[in-house]
């Protein structure tokens, strides 16, 4: 069959639609910041300042009580250039799209789309909340917990709202929830592309690049104590021990509990911290987010670290790992894609960008071998840039 419908334009939108369907992490994140970088070569520079919601403190009596915006923002950093090269023949180009697509770019883009879920899924390294099922099965009110600390956290209930389950979660989940699911618009996505429904304010969805999470040597008790009074911050200094953090480990400090992100008064529930830096075994100071804020428009805890505040670490133990599953809001993490430069005296090249994703194609014949070597690249960037909104989840079966 001839290939009139093989244009590169064509074979871009193909490929996008297939690495689309794949995405089910990126697919349910935000990506509203992707036009910002223009059509022509990610014009702003390879970085893209995001700006946070302003918060404030409100006043008692009548006495004006004036107090400055001070403004913050995150950076999302367009770092990252994956693709898969790929050889074609002559005969492969006399293929119609269906046969291509096929036979060509359906296994090109998904080794490609689970190579960038991979990357953007290490995103729950920057998650501090966590539900602790430690020695026992995920239930589904380990799921509603989830939506507890998401509520108060105040995330949107606009039905944006997703739970991302490993495999081994899924298993456990899907026969006690079957009943659940009766949406008959749905069944095609619950086979087909690893939705499994919706219930509890939540899309379900299995992906196999939930990762375990390899924790610290240092035990759940970890004999670490807080060396100072007062602290607050990003770092916390310790007295001197013989185990480690390691990114993405979750630990609390005694007597520091979580505050109403609006109202600023106490829960009583110790607030939760991740580590963002590995500590080594002798660490003497503990890099941690989010920051340690006791006062003020931006305060999220009852009061500052005191010292001699005992170090504990949640949901795993030492040299453990911990399943991360996760419930998020749409806008805990964002992932955006830069348009890259199209080269000129190529034989064939397109660029297309399908809900926030761009693509690049370029194909050169090779006369010796009567070959057409092709790239399909994409250059992104993703940030966890509200992690408060996200729930990781515990269960070790």
Not at 7 to 32: D, E, M, S, W, Y
Not at 56 to 61: A, D, E, I, P, S
Not at 94 to 118: G, K
Not at 280 to 285: D, E, L, Q, R
Request: with cysteine.
């Amino acid at each position: 069959m001839a290939n009139a419908f093989l244009t590169p334009t064509a074979v871009t939108r193909a490929a996008l639609a297939i690495l689309h369907q794949k995405l089910n992490f990126i697919g349910n994140i935000n990506r509203q910041y992707d036009d910002s970088f223009a059509k022509s070569g990610a014009k702003i520079g390879d970085s893209l300042k995001i700006r946070l919601p302003n918060q404030y403190t409100v006043r008692t009596g009548a006495t004006l009580s004036t107090q400055d915006t001070t403004e913050t923002s995150t950076t999302l950093q367009i770092a990252t250039q994956k693709g898969v090269d790929l050889n074609f023949t002559s005969v492969d180009l006399t293929l119609n799209l269906q046969d291509f697509s096929e036979r060509i770019l359906e296994p090109a883009m998904a080794v490609l789309a689970a190579n960038i879920e991979a990357d953007a899924m290490s995103m729950y390294k920057n998650v501090w909340n966590v539900i602790d099922n430690d020695a026992a099965a995920i239930s589904y009110l380990n799921v509603m917990q989830g939506r507890q600390r998401l509520n108060e956290e105040l995330a949107p209930q606009d039905g944006k709202r997703v739970a991302l389950l490993s495999p081994t979660h899924n298993t456990k989940l899907l026969d006690a929830l079957k009943g659940l699911f009766h949406d008959s618009g749905a069944i095609k996505e619950q086979y087909r592309e690893g939705m499994m429904g919706r219930t509890g304010g939540f899309d379900f969805y299995e992906n196999t690049h939930v990762s375990d999470h390899a924790t610290g040597t240092a035990a759940k008790t970890t004999g670490y104590l807080s060396n100072g009074a007062t602290q607050s911050g990003a770092s916390i200094t310790v007295d001197t021990g013989t185990t480690s953090f390691l990114i993405g480990d979750v630990v609390t400090f005694a007597g520091v509990f979580r505050v109403h992100p609006e109202t600023k008064v106490s829960t009583g529930v110790l607030q939760q911290f991740v580590i963002t830096a590995n500590s080594g075994t002798s660490a003497t100071t503990l890099a941690i987010s989010p920051a340690i804020v006791a006062s003020g428009a931006t305060q999220n805890v009852s009061n500052t670290v005191a010292d001699n505040s005992a170090v504990v670490k949640v949901a795993a133990g030492a040299s453990e790992h911990i399943n991360s599953s996760m419930v998020f809001h749409k806008d805990a993490f964002t992932f955006a894609t830069a348009d890259l430069v199209m080269p000129q005296g190529v034989d064939f090249s397109a660029r297309e960008v399908m809900d926030g994703l761009s693509m690049r194609i370029v194909r050169q014949y090779d006369i010796s071998n009567d070959k057409f070597p092709c790239r399909l690249d994409i250059l992104y960037g993703y940030k966890a840039i509200r992690p408060q909104l996200a729930c990781r989840i515990h269960a070790d079966a």
